[in-house]
């Protein structure tokens, strides 16, 4: 059988916008091309958000290309000071190119826009068969045109207007071959611009179905911003009491040294007694459809302020305990968040993950709502009955999946501290390193839902252990005892029933030692608990390896970042030399356990739900026959030779913390 050669020919380098065409779904969303088009639709609201626009227009022609205007500024055409070539052509044809990565100071083009990636309109260039561009800037018309990403008509002037008439014309074709779908799905399409022209008060955001005969325009207003756009949410139900709605920035003047000015959140939300909660939410203008740290800052900061209603008042009934779920269960809301630098789940942006977005929505929410709350105290009476009769029939409904249980108990482990919770379905139980770690994750924790049990030492290696000799070792005797399942194998079938907690996390260390213990662990899951594995309860947390210090910078307050690893840590670098930060002016610091990090930082990085890395343990095959190998040779006692070849073959691919 002839053998392919694999040599220095052999490896393609993809330019320009060659990778967009090759892998389109790394880029966005392939059912349907209406993300290409809501990129330039953002670009103009972006404008629009700087306070340069009025207008965004957006028509869908009848040959199935979609244009966008607005009357900003209008791209910038002369000739890029670096590239030499005009600047609206670098915007359309590189990947990284764009007024969004020019925040030092304030002084950039968009200060609060909806991403850092700079990847939005080339990628609409790239999978459209033509885009014309026309900009009027400096009182002239400027046109470009390209085809398949590629420059076919130059830029140049073709014409001329009033020097304060200004804007930029996009129509793009899309490329039916790179979606599921050729055409741009209306419904969605509505959906984004009327949430544009609730976020831009003053802004006039139209739609024109050129194939519409009988209404094709039309025009999006709300003179009551997010409080009518919730209205038209919730289908007109009546509210339980009248809609909390209100923004908060940070602005110069506050002592604020955690939030950068400009930063903070407009809201609009109510509680609604049929159904279930729901809402929308926005960044910088930006819809995140899977939702994100900022949605979760909006129920932090609600159940603060009606938790401490109700201690205030003394409102809860014996034996009741609040939790968030309580809260959101039936709480309807629109949140706008406008963050200096987000960071979002992919290039498709529906989902935010940026850790401070959390603290900022809640503590520009929880004061104002709390004020509100007590100033109009009937109405907050209102509200907590709704949340206790929530956590009431809660409560109600865990009592029932516990009378099921087996009624024998066995005398929980001492240095276990146990959560307060009676839903198994959101207990987590936390096998920590060391007594040093436990003491840090005990005062970190959630005690509602977090239990932790410390483990001394490293464990036993099971791999070779009879089932029936397991509890001669207190850490396994204890671990079991505490998960509340017995050990067995993988041709048994376990009562699973009788397990105490949903997940159980192993949080070791960032290092050597800590991967051994994870590994140890793994093995005695895999082992004697392999129903746990099949059914998703094990996990294993990512604790950061390095902290980074970072100065104040423009806008930008000092702040902490973290990284799991170095790869992570060179990434997170080349951000910060992105953002302006010259070399040297940050610190790096590299935590040597867990127990190094205070309550909040592990709390922040490892152990909250909204912010926390945990990868959940599986099989990559049904077949565990091919696991069971790779746990014979690492771990069993006969094995040294087999492991000695194994290293010898493999040892330059694995990275070693010395």
Not at 619 to 638: H, I, P, W
């Amino acid at each position: 059988m002839a053998q392919s050669r694999y040599i220095e020919s052999s490896i393609r380098v993809l330019k320009g916008l060659e990778p967009v065409k090759e892998r389109p779904g790394m880029y966005t969303r392939t059912q349907d091309p209406t993300h290409i088009i809501q990129e330039v639709i953002d670009n103009a609201a972006d404008e629009a958000l700087g306070g340069f626009a009025t207008r965004i227009a957006v028509t869908l022609h009848e040959d199935g290309s979609v244009s966008v205007e607005d009357d900003g500024r209008g791209i910038p055409v002369g000739l890029h000071p670096e590239e030499k070539e005009p600047t609206v052509q670098l915007v359309f044809t590189r990947l990284h190119a764009g007024g969004k990565f020019d925040k030092t100071g304030g002084a950039g083009a968009y200060a609060f826009s909806g991403g850092l990636h700079g990847v939005g309109v080339s990628v609409t260039n790239a999978l459209s068969t033509r885009l014309e561009v026309t900009v009027k800037r400096d009182g002239k018309i400027h046109r470009i045109v390209f085809g398949h990403g590629d420059v076919v008509e130059k830029l140049k002037v073709v014409g001329s207007c009033p020097a304060r008439d200004t804007g930029t014309l996009v129509r793009a074709m899309p490329d039916p071959r790179y979606f599921d779908a050729p055409h741009v799905s209306l419904q969605e399409l509505e959906r984004v611009l009327r949430a544009k022209a609730v976020l831009l008060p003053g802004v006039n955001v139209v739609l024109h179905v050129e194939r519409d005969k009988v209404h094709p325009t039309r025009t999006w207003h709300y003179p009551d911003g997010l409080k009518g756009y919730l209205d038209e949410l919730t289908d007109h139900q009546e509210p339980v009491v009248p809609v909390f709605s209100g923004e908060r920035y940070v602005d110069g003047r506050s002592d604020s040294d955690s939030f950068a000015e400009g930063e903070g959140v407009a809201w609009a939300f109510a509680w609604i007694e049929e159904g279930t909660g729901q809402g929308e939410s926005y960044v910088n203008l930006i819809p995140t459809a899977a939702g994100g740290t900022h949605e979760a800052g909006l129920r932090s900061g609600a159940f603060e302020a009606i938790k401490s209603f109700i201690d205030h008042h003394n409102l809860l009934p014996r034996g009741v305990r609040l939790q968030m779920e309580d809260v959101s269960a039936r709480l309807h809301y629109v949140l706008s968040a406008r963050i200096l630098d987000p960071q979002f789940q992919g290039q498709t942006k529906e989902k935010l993950t940026s850790r401070d977005a959390l603290k900022l929505v809640s503590a520009m929410l929880r004061d104002p709502f709390e004020v509100w709350l007590n100033t109009h105290a009937e109405w907050g009476r209102k509200i907590a009955d709704v949340v206790i009769r929530q956590a009431m029939s809660r409560m109600k409904s865990s009592q029932k999946v516990e009378k099921r249980k087996g009624s024998g108990v066995a005398v929980l482990p001492g240095k276990l501290t146990d959560c307060e919770s009676d839903d198994v379905a959101e207990r987590e139980l936390f096998l920590v390193e060391g007594d040093s770690a436990g003491g840090s994750a005990k005062l970190a924790r959630n005690k509602n839902t977090q239990a932790i049990l410390p483990l001394r030492g490293k464990v036993l290696n099971t791999f070779e252990v009879d089932r029936d000799r397991l509890f001669a070792n207190t850490e396994i005797h204890d671990i079991a005892v505490a998960i509340g399942v017995d050990p067995h194998g993988p041709e048994d079938a376990p009562d699973l029933a009788g397990r105490r907690y949903d997940r159980v996390i192993i949080m070791s260390d960032a290092d050597v030692d800590g991967s051994h213990i994870k590994v140890l662990l793994l093995t005695l899951f895999f082992m004697h608990f392999p129903a746990l594995i099949a059914a998703g309860h094990v996990c294993v947390a990512s604790p950061p390896l390095f902290r980074i210090d970072v100065p104040p910078h423009g806008k930008r307050p000092a702040r902490k970042l973290y990284a799991l690893d170095e790869g992570e840590l060179s990434a997170l670098e080349d951000r910060l030399h992105k953002e302006g930060l010259r070399t040297g002016s940050w610190s790096v610091g590299r935590f040597k356990g867990l127990g190094e990090m205070n309550p909040e930082q592990l709390w922040e990085t490892t152990m909250n739900p909204d912010t926390r890395r945990v990868l959940p343990v599986r099989l990559l095959s049904q077949d565990r026959s091919e696991a069971l190998t790779v746990f014979s040779r690492l771990m069993g006692k006969g094995e040294a030779a087999a492991r000695r070849e194994w290293m010898e073959q493999h040892g330059t691919d694995v990275e070693v913390d010395v």
